[in-house]
């Protein structure tokens, strides 16, 4: 990608600050065009520990962004273990990765883009397009004119809500529950042969998952850097996410839940089932978790990305479920892909943007349904609990996961 002086190519908008904006807003800014991003959050965003399997595409697009990565990026791990109910290894499958966590990655895309053209505390609440451009009507009373405006904003994307009402993501009948854990305070209770390994266990309709992360202030010295969880679990929509979702006041919370408002008898059923399903180390560790949190998990797929000069990407567009290790690395192929259209174009978005949005959609649809395939064991769990009988997917399902999670590519 030829590098031009800020400006040159004409200005493009970007609603949302997370990964994909930044990955977005990087690329862009090296080919020439002035970007802004608004961000409605008005502090720094954190992700509460969520860690991320990198890929090679992942590291392509940050050397494209000028940010060359090495082992600084993350933790090595040499492979992966799947452990029985009582702590037996079950199996073993040598695999070296890079795990890291959305904090350290998020932390390198924001320092490298430049806070004056960062504007948070400050959303995207309209538009009006022209044959000259994009008119973008801010939270503060400004109004901006881009060439383009792109949707970043996220799975419950404003941006989309208003280019089509009537989509939202569809609850996939279970939730991750997630936390992080010292690795000193683990180290005392589990071995090295655990802790150092991307660790699996399977409980029946159910799995959990852990590797190790940066610690505190992205410190990689080992005894300093912490341990990612997720366990996924059923939860029918109609009972068990009810009742996950209110908290201590009554009150029904829509989609999500602020992890301090979780009631504590429902992280003490969380502990207690630990101690009843899960392998002692995995035990161990949503035991040591101080406040363990939970996400539903949530499929979303566009049936359009491109609105003339308005475009959806990253979890705006498309949301997989996490099994397939491609959330981060999604949104910033998506971002690489609109540069790379843009100047095989030579920068007329008219072009551009039709051949993209046909690329990304075959792209998104490829990752949905691969976490569809990979958690279909977790999903018929759920129609078990409510009582429904469930399909016809196979338990082979979940084990996939063992060795699908951060491999599966979409061609």
Avoid at 259 to 264: M, T
Wanted: with cysteine; glycine share 10%.
């Amino acid at each position: 990608m030829t590098e031009q002086h800020e400006g040159d190519r004409g200005r493009i908008a970007i609603c949302g600050g997370s990964m994909a904006g930044l990955f977005a807003g990087l690329l862009l800014r090296r080919q020439g065009w002035r970007v802004d991003i608004y961000e409605r959050s008005g502090e720094e965003l954190a992700s509460r520990g969520a860690g991320i399997v990198t890929h090679p595409e992942l590291y392509r697009v940050l050397a494209a962004c000028g940010l060359h990565q090495d082992r600084s990026l993350g933790v090595e791990v040499p492979g992966r273990i799947t452990l029985d109910r009582d702590g037996t290894i079950l199996g073993r499958h040598p695999l070296v990765q890079m795990t890291t966590s959305w904090d350290r990655l998020y932390r390198l895309l924001r320092d490298a883009f430049p806070s004056e053209a960062y504007h948070t505390g400050t959303a995207v609440e309209g538009f009006e397009q022209s044959g000259e451009g994009v008119e973008v009507t801010l939270s503060d009373g400004r109004r901006d004119r881009a060439d383009l405006l792109i949707g970043a904003d996220g799975f419950r994307s404003g941006l989309r809500a208003r280019l089509m009402p009537e989509l939202a993501p569809a609850y996939a009948g279970y939730v991750a529950w997630r936390g992080l854990v010292e690795e000193t305070a683990l180290a005392r209770v589990c071995s090295p042969d655990f802790i150092d390994w991307f660790g699996f266990c399977l409980p029946r309709h159910e799995q959990i998952l852990g590797y190790l992360v940066a610690g505190v202030g992205d410190d990689l010295r080992p005894g300093h850097r912490r341990y990612n969880w997720a366990w996924y679990r059923p939860a029918a929509a109609e009972s068990g996410l009810a009742d996950l979702l209110t908290d201590a006041e009554g009150r029904r919370h829509e989609m999500a839940i602020p992890p301090d408002l979780v009631r504590d008898e429902v992280t003490a059923r969380l502990r207690a089932d630990a101690e009843r399903l899960l392998a002692p180390e995995f035990n161990e560790v949503v035991r040591l978790t101080e406040r363990p949190f939970f996400q539903p998990i949530y499929d979303l797929e566009s049936p359009k990305l491109v609105f003339g000069r308005v475009l959806l990407m990253g979890d705006a567009a498309f949301v997989g479920r996490p099994h397939v290790g491609m959330g981060v690395t999604k949104a910033a192929a998506d971002a690489m892909a609109l540069a790379e259209a843009l100047e095989a174009a030579d920068y007329d978005h008219r072009v551009a943007l039709p051949l993209w949005e046909a690329d990304r959609l075959r792209y998104g649809r490829a990752v949905v349904v691969r976490g569809q395939e990979l958690g279909a064991d977790l999903t018929e769990g759920a129609a078990l609990a409510a009582g429904r009988r469930p399909g016809t997917q196979a338990r082979a399902a979940n084990l996939m996961a063992t060795i699908g999670i951060g491999l599966a590519t979409p061609s």
